[in-house]
């Protein structure tokens, strides 16, 4: 289900009251964040961001008062903490961590068991700790990492589901708004959590013939709520995961004077009937050399002199050369950028994703106020 959705959302009331993320690209897919009070999915493979998501899922709550705790099935305490440093996080005092690790026993060969098998007691015993550190904390957001563990436990599917129910009732008790990590790894992934989770957000990582990897999530389920559909871009950058929503070209329709608006060309303006329409897109195509570069400088250079302010997004030719081959032209770029009306940004096409090249585009129209876009590619 897809509806519009504002940058600036109403908080919602009542039960579809929603648990904010901490990732704002995010909440805005989620119109909101996650539902509170339910058991949601996160799945993708090793190196997609699920770690980075849920700390940042609970740091978000410890902000807005609420207690949070990560229960590890994987990685250690230190593993943990040592992460959120990456990203310039203390966490020590903002989220428990709950180590789910096997005992030193379970890798003693005399302590196995000859007639009864070791998961059955493994999974029991580790589903019953997971329920004394949350009656011990009752905490009001719950990351469990990982799925994969507890389903290797089960060794079966029917075992596995009714463990994730149990799950679910038990954390219903409390009122915890609980996300559940599925590094998807084992031979048989079971989905029967799809059916029990009251939404399920999958990560992607694509590794592209050339250029960096590529992140991407998407919603596939999200119960008695609106969420933005398909795929959206994503990056783990410093300081954490950036989320770049799609864009749907029905949020953004508006009405246009329809007035020309000139490219300081006198003759260009008179074959186009006076000049590009305002609020269109205008592609310039061309060999190299036919001067597709100077019509865009002429465009950016008459809209600073309406006093309007521009941008301009540089993708092969490097920054510092185009600088000096305009000033060559008489295009003082250097002049209008440090007058604050015109907007440069260098862009590296193998490093940048189609979804954050718009989100960064429109992040500048709006916090610029640009009214003249131009791209040199």
Request: glycine share 10%.
């Given at each position: ?112 068991q000859s007639l009864l098998y070791s998961s059955d007691l493994e999974l029991g015993e580790t589903i019953q700790r997971l329920f004394q ?245």
């Amino acid at each position: 289900m897809e509806t519009a959705i504002d940058c600036e959302m109403t908080k919602p009331t009542g039960a579809q009251r929603r648990a904010a993320t901490g990732i704002a690209g995010l909440d805005n897919v989620l119109a909101g964040g996650v539902t509170r009070n339910r058991l949601h999915l996160l799945e993708g493979s090793p190196g997609t961001g699920k770690t980075t998501i849920a700390l940042q899922f609970l740091m978000q709550g410890a902000r807005e008062g609420e207690a949070g705790i990560y229960v590890s099935l994987a990685e250690t305490e230190e593993e943990l903490r040592d992460g959120a440093r990456s990203h310039g996080w203390e966490i020590s005092d903002l989220i428990d961590i709950f180590e789910l690790l096997p005992p030193e026993s379970a890798l003693d060969p005399e302590q196995h068991q000859s007639l009864l098998y070791s998961s059955d007691l493994e999974l029991g015993e580790t589903i019953q700790r997971l329920f004394q550190a949350i009656e011990r904390l009752k905490p009001k957001r719950v990351v469990v990492d990982s799925l994969s563990e507890i389903r290797l436990l089960a060794q079966s599917s029917l075992r596995y589901r009714r463990q994730i129910l149990a799950l679910k009732h038990y954390f219903a008790r409390y009122r915890s708004t609980v996300i559940l990590l599925d590094d998807l790894t084992t031979d048989n992934v079971d989905r029967a959590v799809h059916s029990a989770a009251h939404s399920v957000i999958h990560l992607d990582q694509l590794a592209p013939l050339y250029g960096g990897e590529r992140r991407r999530l998407r919603v596939v389920k999200c119960r008695g709520q609106s969420f933005r559909s398909g795929y959206h871009d994503f990056t783990i950058v410093g300081g954490g995961v950036q989320v770049f929503p799609r864009l749907i070209a029905a949020e953004h329709r508006t009405s246009v004077s329809g007035n020309q608006v000139s490219s300081g060309i006198a003759q260009m303006d008179a074959l186009l009937g006076g000049g590009i329409a305002a609020g269109s897109s205008t592609l310039v195509l061309g060999p190299a050399g036919s001067g597709k570069t100077l019509l865009v400088l002429h465009h950016i250079t008459a809209a600073v002199a309406r006093g309007e302010r521009a941008a301009l997004f540089v993708f092969d030719e490097e920054l510092g050369l185009l600088l000096t081959r305009a000033r060559g032209m008489g295009f003082d770029l250097e002049g209008m950028r440090d007058a604050g009306k015109l907007f440069i940004e260098q862009m590296d096409a193998a490093e940048l994703s189609p979804g954050e090249f718009a989100y960064r585009v429109c992040q500048c129209v709006d916090r610029e106020q640009i009214l003249t876009v131009g791209s040199i590619a």
